[in-house]
């Protein structure tokens, strides 16, 4: 594909920045794995609540002020979570069904699943909602526990919080336990489509450099205090552009090992080619000759959904 809009997805379909535009993608897709199942209400109300949550709607939460994890990102990750569960379903063989109710709990997951970065509305402790970078998770799960009942999914309320550690860190994805294989499952899919997703995206190096790098000095990613002093990881956000190839090839690992391959589902979805792969190795490809050639600018123009 020789041009790609900065707010569109892969296939340069689908405007990531609108809820609408992927509410009606992945209804498509639920539609045709399920065409006995109706799609539930409660299911599409999903996409309103989490765009009302995101943009400081919600009585409880304050908008989001995380530029990177922002409404985009979890619109994105919701759109390739589709897309790997349709694959899946389409190609699994004698492997077990997700089925039409798993469906709806991965997407729920997909759309909730960095709820943890937003603010309660009174919140004294901390001002920007990076602060909660290395808990974000566990917190998004202590959400959807409380949130999953008002959509018709409470029976998935206890598993919802160890799927959604599939995308972060808190956890190592061997210790994570869960009731049965196929909540594993699904947390690898949840957790591929979090990785592709973002790393696909088209701005994704200026998002790294303008939005991500912020985020990691609040979060305390940036640079760390161990027992022996301070270790810094990224000493500027262009030295995160340089570490972005290196982050890539342990992303590879987590991708292929931890999360068991399941981002190769998105090329059954396709019908053969894998465009989230294509797009993230034209990212890594990019900041590899920015490594070797600094003075190779970062052009792009990444959409603004916080304000």
């Given at each position: 594909m020789d041009f790609r809009r900065n707010d569109f997805d892969v296939s340069n379909r689908i405007n990531t920045t609108d809820p609408v535009c992927v509410r009606l993608e992945v209804a498509g897709i639920h539609r045709a794995l399920y065409p006995d199942a109706p799609t539930p209400a409660g299911f599409l109300r999903a996409f309103d609540d989490v765009a009302a949550l995101y943009r400081g709607e919600h009585a409880g939460y304050e908008k989001c002020d995380t530029a990177y994890h922002d409404l985009q990102h979890v619109l994105e990750v919701s759109l390739a979570m589709a897309r790997l569960l349709d694959g899946y379903e389409r190609s699994r063989g004698d492997g077990p069904a997700i089925g039409e109710r798993l469906f709806q709990l991965g997407i729920a997951c997909?759309?909730?699943?960095?709820?943890?970065?937003?603010?309660?509305?009174?919140?004294?402790?901390?001002?920007?909602?990076?602060?909660?970078?290395?808990?974000?998770?566990?917190?998004g799960g202590r959400f959807l526990r409380d949130y999953l009942p008002t959509i018709g999914l409470g029976e998935f309320a206890a598993v919802a919080g160890p799927v959604l550690h599939f995308t972060g860190y808190e956890r190592p994805v061997a210790t994570i336990r869960l009731p049965q294989p196929v909540f594993r499952l699904l947390g690898s899919l949840l957790g591929s489509a979090d990785i592709i997703a973002q790393m696909s995206d088209r701005c994704y190096l200026e998002k790294c450099h303008d939005r991500l790098y912020p985020e990691f000095v609040v979060g305390g990613i940036a640079r760390r205090v161990t027992g022996e002093g301070e270790v810094t990881l990224f000493a500027s956000a262009e030295d995160l552009i340089r570490k972005t190839p290196g982050f890539f090839v342990s992303a590879s690992k987590r991708l292929d090992h931890d999360l068991g391959g399941a981002y190769q589902y998105a090329q059954q979805h396709f019908g053969g080619s894998n465009l989230y792969m294509d797009a993230v190795r034209r990212n890594i490809r990019f900041a590899e000759k920015i490594r070797e050639e600094p003075e190779l600018l970062l052009r792009r123009v990444p959409p603004v959904t916080i304000n």
């Open positions: 997909a759309l909730f699943h960095d709820v943890g970065y937003l603010r309660r509305r009174g919140d004294r402790r901390h001002r920007r909602g990076a602060e909660y970078t290395r808990i974000h998770v566990s917190r």
